[in-house]
């Protein structure tokens, strides 16, 4: 069966020090991927999906940036952390074939001091 | 573009109590639409999911929604809250039921049950 990894699931960085989310999946070939924000109030909130290695879209112009280094990795990172990038974050994957089948990791809550 | 509004950010209900969680929405073409559950410190689980064909759409745990188009509505219906019920709750929308469409959420409506 597949399943998602996320890992840590809580992180408390300063102000201005780099960022690096990781995600893995297990038991399938080619996910999509997406890494989500969640922050207070305000929903999830896309922030990048991948259809493939090195293949990256993002949706909303930030701080971070996210890659695909294999097949069933997807990292979220940062050069520099702001205080408004505090939140709960979700990486999910899906096999493409309908959003019924989007699967969410456990997310990870960062805070941001 | 489409967009989701989640009536109520915090609802509570008594346990056995009808649960209503209300969602809009706003799709410049037929919609597919989703409810998601979040268990404390937990990603999201799909509860249930209208794509085409019959209205009321019945998921699991005991919950329906009803997709009405005359109201662009999705509502998340339980005849009768368990403790169990307490979570965050989420409607999604998007406009096509495959992973390269954006899929977007509603801010999230969080049920307490109170015994």
């Known amino acids: 069966s597949q399943t998602i990894h996320q890992w840590p699931a809580t992180l408390v960085q300063p102000v201005g020090s780099p960022l690096s989310l990781e995600c893995t999946v297990e038991g399938t070939s080619n996910p999509n991927l997406y890494w989500y924000r969640q922050a207070a109030g305000r929903g999830l909130q896309l922030l990048f999906y991948?259809?493939?290695?090195?293949?990256i879209s993002s949706e909303v112009p930030q701080n971070l940036s996210a890659s695909r280094p294999q097949d069933r990795q997807f990292i979220l990172s940062s050069k520099k952390l702001l205080l408004s990038d505090s939140g709960f974050y979700l990486c999910?994957?899906?096999?493409?074939?309908?959003?019924?089948?989007?699967?969410f990791g456990s997310g990870t809550q960062l805070s941001v001091l | 573009a489409q967009s989701v509004t989640q009536l109520g950010s915090h609802v509570s209900v008594s346990e056995g109590a009808l649960v209503l969680l209300r969602c809009n929405y706003s799709s410049s073409v037929p919609p597919y639409l989703f409810w998601y559950v979040q268990y404390p410190n937990q990603g999201l689980q799909l509860l249930l999911k209208y794509t085409t064909g019959a209205t009321l759409v019945k998921g699991i745990n005991g919950f329906e929604a009803e997709f009405k188009k005359s109201e662009t509505s999705f509502h998340l219906t339980k005849p009768s809250a368990h403790m169990s019920d307490a979570a965050e709750y989420f409607c999604a929308v998007t406009n096509s039921n495959f992973g390269n469409e954006k899929l977007t959420f509603g801010t999230g409506t969080r049920l307490t049950i109170i015994p």
């Open positions: 999910a994957w899906s096999d493409g074939q309908g959003y019924e089948k989007l699967f």
């Open positions: 991948s259809v493939g290695i090195g293949q």
